[in-house]
């Protein structure tokens, strides 16, 4: 049962995900409207997140939601599993994420990445590719978007201390807004590019913001260490709890 149920989904995901491809044509023939396929996006997600709960077993809870500025923010989560990149898009509604061009290689959902748009960069370019995330994240900024970014750069598994990665800071110093710091343990039910997917409840947490001002260096380790703290926190929770 354990292997049918994460096959069972995967293969439902799939269907699930090549019904929103047949709509990718009329989205372009009607000019690509990003607020649309950012509806659309969100709405696969959901679905995607409803077949978790429904075939594994896994769902999710979510504390500290009057943390949230009420202004569009920067908003920084640690990164274990593909499981928080579905669940950002309903969780932070119009929220422009920072992801890696390889994903836009990814079949349908590439294309709703590319048009929602997101904040799409390329590793290899170096500072130019820092550059252009700024960029990016102005305009999404005036356009009313907070900006999400996985500041760890990569999926990382559960126990390994955060560490930032440098456009993290460049981002800080540069917007010069309320930073959400956002810590969850997807990772102990969806290891880092793992098949396997195990019934549990999933908790994300949104922590104290931190406001603009101090330095970068000072900003990041303020925001590791409330990251860390409270996975710890959910570490020790769950230990109690199994």
């Known amino acids: 049962m354990r292997v049918l149920r994460p096959l069972a989904f995967n293969v439902l995901w799939a269907g699930w995900t ?3 491809g047949v709509a990718i044509p009329l989205l372009w023939l009607g000019g690509s409207p990003p607020r649309m396929i950012r509806k659309l996006s969100r709405a696969w997600a959901r679905g995607v997140l409803a077949l978790l709960a429904a075939i594994v077993g896994l769902r999710y809870v979510v504390r500290g939601a009057d943390n949230r500025p009420p202004q569009p923010c920067l ?3 640690n990164h274990q599993s593909t499981w928080e990149t579905l669940a950002a898009l309903v969780l932070f509604p119009d929220v422009a994420i920072v992801a890696k061009r390889q994903l836009l ?11 929602s748009p997101m904040i799409i960069i390329d590793r290899e370019q170096g500072t130019k590719a820092l550059r252009q ?7 999404a900024l005036a356009e009313g978007r907070s900006v999400l970014i996985f500041p760890q750069g990569t999926r990382t598994p559960v126990g390994i ?7 993290v800071e460049l981002l800080y110093r540069s917007l010069a807004i ?17 098949w396997a997917k195990a019934p549990g409840t999933v908790t994300v947490s949104m922590l104290t913001p931190i406001e603009p001002g101090m330095s970068a260096a000072q900003f990041v380790r303020m925001a590791e260490a409330a990251i860390e703290a409270e996975t710890a926190v959910m570490a020790i929770g769950s230990s109690i709890e199994s």
Request: glycine residues 10%; hydrophobic residues 50%; positive net charge.
């Open 18 to 20: 090549a019904i929103f």
């Open 75 to 77: 908003i920084v989560v």
């Open 105 to 115: 290689r990814i079949p349908v959902m590439g294309w709703y990445l590319k048009h």
């Open 133 to 139: 995330m700024t960029h990016a994240s102005r305009v």
């Open 161 to 167: 201390p955060v560490r930032f990665k440098r456009g």
């Open 178 to 194: 309320p930073v959400l710091p956002v810590a969850l343990d997807a990772g102990r039910f969806w290891g880092p590019g793992a």
